[in-house]
C-alpha cells in the first residue's frame, strides 16, 4: 500500500488550523486530502457529517469517495449522505432544503421548490437568455443606448455570470452590500498599474510602454465630439503621457451603463424563476445571499472542518461560500497556482497565489456589519509538498521554464518574480531517460502522426510498465492541444491511415456534418429551402453546377422528395432528426448528442421550427460545444485538449499544434460591455446624436484604458506548464509552419521529420469505434408509402415550382381543412385556389393529415408502411381519402397509385360499413383522378423489391 510521504502525513495529522497546500503536479494533492478526510473520521471525535469536502466535478468528488472508502472505516452506504460533492451540488442541497424565500431577499416575490430546474447545459441557458432579452429589449425603451450597442445579446449574459462568481449581485433599489463598489473599479489600483507602465525606459531614452501603446489610439475608430486627439493625450515632446492622464481615463459618469446592467440582470434573474429554473452561477448567488442573511441558519449548517480540493479553479464567491460554511477554526484548502486555467469558468488564480492577503480582505467584507466568519486570519500555515510521483526531473524543470516563457514577441516576463512563487520540486521516478524533443512541418497533421508511429516500439522512448522500462505502444501516447479544431483535423488524417487514435473531450457539435445535415433538412421543410438543398445534394455527391440546376430547376430528387414528405409527417424536431440520422447511417455519440441538444433546448423553451434553425445557425457560428466522447480501444493514442487533460498523466506526450496564432490564439475581442478588475464595468461603444446624426460611437476612454493594461499571458503560460506536466516520461512539440514563441523561445531544438505515415496494418491494434446509438422504439422495421415508388418518375412534374411550394400548398390545405385559414394565398396560386373549391364541394367531416400505419409481413419479417394521408373525407355512406399533388403533369401517376393504395387499404379495415374511394387531386388543374388501389400482395412483392430500404420507425 502507498504510504504518505512526510510532509503528506504532517497535512493529513495537521486536522487544526486553517491550511493552504499550494503544490505542485504529481506530488499527491488528492491522496493527502482523502488521507486527512479518513484520518479525521477514523479518529472517532468528528462524524463524515461535519466535515464539507468539496471538489469541482462530479467525477472528482465521486474519485474522492471512493479513495476514502478504500482507506478509512466507513463505507460506501455510510458515506453515501456524507457532504463529500461540489459547490454546486452544495447549494443546491441547501436551497432545496431552506431557501424556498432566497429570492425575496434580494426582494424578488418568488420561490425556490423542488419543481426548480437546473439548467446546467450552456446552449440552452443561451436560448433562454435571448428570449429574455427579446422581452426586456421591448419592455425598456429607457435604455435604448445600450440595446443598440449591444450586437450579441449573449455577451450580456457572460457579463451577469461573471458579475454573480464574484459575488455582485442586484437588489431591487440598487447592489447586494458592496457590490457596486466592483462595478466602480479601483482607480488607486489601476493608477499604480499606470504609474509603472508610463515610467520611460532605457535609462529615460525610451518613451514609456503606455505612451508607446496610445500611438494606435484612435487608429480606425469613430469618437464622438469630445474625445481628445492623439497628441493631446500622448503629449508632445515628451516620453510619458502627461500627469493627470490616469484620472482623465479612469473617471467616467457610468450611472446609465450600472442601471442598464442592473435591469438587465435583475430582469434575468426574476424570468428564470418565472420559468422556474436557475442555473449554477444562481445556485450559488442565492445560496449566498441566504448564508449571509439568516444567522441562525448559518450556523446551523456551519461545518468543523471545510477542505477544499483544487482550490485554484474556485471563483470569489466560493471563497466566500467556503468561508460563511467554516462553522470552527478549521479550514484546509489544496491547489497549485501554476494550474489554474478555468478563468473563462470565473476561476480566479488570486484565491490560492494571494491566500492570505484574500482570506483577510474576504472575511472583512462579510464581516462588515456582524460577525459572519470567525476563522483566524493571521494563523494561516502554508505545506509544501515537493515530492513529485509522475515526471523525471528533466520534464519538470523544463515545464518549469514554460512559466517564465514570453508567449509573444512583446510580452514581457519577470523571470524572477515568478520563480519566487515557485516551490522547486523533486521527482522519485526511477529512470531518468527522457527525451524532449520538437519537430516542425507545413504537413503538421501527418509529420505528427509519422512522430507518432516512430515512437510507437522504439526502445529509445522506453517507458516504465511494472517497473521495467519497456518501448511504448500506441497507448502510452497522449497528443494534446490548444485548441478543440485541431484534434479533430487530426482524427480524420489518422482515420485515413487507420492509425488508431480517439479524441476524448468537447466538440464543437453544431459544425459537424450531423447538425449540418439535419439544418439543411430543417431548413427544406421550412421556407429557406434552396440553402438546404444545397447542401443536401452536394452530400449526395452532385457537383456544383448540377446543383445549381437542380435549384433552379426544381428537379429535387425524387427519394429526396419523399424524403421530405416523410420528414414533414415525423412527430416533432426529435422525429426529424432520427430520420435524418438514420437516413445517412449516422448511429455514433455524435448523433446522439445533436438529437440531445436539440430536444432539451426544445424543452425547456418555447421555440418554433423557425427559433430551432437559428439556434443550429448561432450553434454553428459560435462553435459551441459538447463532451462526445468515443472511448479509446486498449491500445490507441488519445488526443484532448490541454483543458480536458487537467489531472491526467500520459508516458509519452506530444504537444501539438504549437503555432503562432493557435497558442494563444489570436483574436478574439471582448464583448460590447465589460467588467474586469480594476476598470470595473466599461462600454466599448456608446450611442449618441454627436456630429449631427444618430451613430454608434467607440468609447474613446475605454479603448484608451485597456492600451494602458498589459496583455496578460499569464494562463496561456499556465496552460503550458499543464501541458507538460502530464508527461511521465517524455515529451515531443510539435508545430507546422511557422512555430509560436513559446516554441522558440524554449530550449529544445526544432528538428524535420518525413511526414510520411505508415498505413496501419488493421488487424494488429484494437480500436475502439464510436459506440453509441441514436434512441429508436423497438419495433417491425419501418417504411413509409414512399418507399415503393420509383424516383425517376418525378423529374419534371413539378414543372420548376419546387419542393417548397408543394408543401405550402399542403399546409394551405390542412389548415382550410381544419377552418384556421380562409384566403388562398396569392402566391400559391392556382393551386390554392382549386384546394378551396374542392374542399368546399365536401359535404361530410374532414380529417387533413390522417396518420395511416399499415402492418404487413414480407417473407416471414414484420414490417411496417406509414405514413401521412393528406385527407379523408367521410360521409355516411362512404369514405374518400385524397392525396393532393402540385405537379403539372400526370407522368407519376403510377407511382402515386402506390402510395395512395396503402392508404386505401388501410381505411378499407376501418371503415368495414362503408365504400372506401382514393383519389389524387392535382392541385394545379383541380382535376380529381381517381385511383384503382393495388391489392396487398402488389404492395408486398413492392416491398420486396430492390431498393426498399427502411426508414427508422
Ligand atoms: N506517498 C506516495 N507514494 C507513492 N505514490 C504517491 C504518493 N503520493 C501520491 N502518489 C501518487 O502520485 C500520483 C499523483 O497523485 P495525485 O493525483 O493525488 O496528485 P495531484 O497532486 O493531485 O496531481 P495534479 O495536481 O497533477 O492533479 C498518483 O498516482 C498517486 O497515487
Known sequence: MTEPNGQQRRLIESTEGVHLVDAGPGTGKTFTITRRYANLVDGGDVEPDDVLLVTFTNNAATEMRDRIVAHSDYGVRELRDAPIGTFHGLCHDVLLEHGVHAPTLLGIDDRITRATRLVDDETVERELFREFYGRFADDHPEHEPFLRVVEEPTELLGLVNQLAAKGVFPTEEGWYRNGERHLDGDFEAFAETFEAGNRPRNGGGKQSRIRERLGSYGRGKCYRADAPSRAELRGEGTKRVPDGTAELLFEDDREALKSFVHDVYRGYLAFALRRNYLTFGFLQLFAFVLLCEDHDLREELAFEHVMVDEFQDSSEIQFKLALLLAGTDNLCVVGDWKQSIYSFQYAAVENVAEFEARLERFAAELNDD????GLPIDGVSRLELVENYRSTQAIIDFAERALVTPATGGDEVDPAAVRDRIVPLESNAAFGNSRIEAISHEDEHEAVLAKVQSIVGDEAYAIERDGELVAPGYGDVAVLTRTRDYGRELLEVAREYDLPMAYEGGVELFRTDQAKLLLAWLRILESDADRGWAVVLEEAGYSFEEVRHVLEEGTYPGNMRAFRTELAGANGVGGVARRVFSRYGYDGGVAATVLDAVESVRAATTMTRGDLIRFLERGVESGATREVSAGAGADSVTVRTIHATKGLEHPIVVLANMNANRFPPGGGGAGTITFEDPLGLRARRVYAEDHGHPHVYHDWRTDALRRCLPTEYDEERRLLYVALTRAERHLVFAAGGEPNAF??????????????????????????TL???????????????????????????????GAAYGTDVHEFAERYALGETDDPPARLEPDAGHVVDLLDSLGGELRPEEEIVLPLEVDGERVVLSGLADLVHVRPGTVEVVDFKTDTTRRAHGEYRKQVSVYHRVLDEWFTDRTVDAHVHYTYDGDLVPVDPLPVTDLVDLLREEGATPTAP
Open 370 to 373: 456582524r460577525e459572519r466568519v
Open 743 to 768: 516554441l522558440e523561445e524554449l530550449p529544445v531544438d526544432i528538428g524535420t521529420v518525413e511526414p510520411t505515415v505508415r498505413r496501419a496494418d488493421a488487424g494488429g491494434t484494437e480500436q475502439a
Open 771 to 801: 459506440g453509441f446509438s441514436v434512441p429508436t422504439p423497438e419495433g417491425p422495421v419501418g417504411y413509409t408509402p414512399h418507399t415503393l415508388m420509383r424516383e425517376e418518375a418525378f423529374s419534371g412534374t413539378a414543372d420548376g415550382r
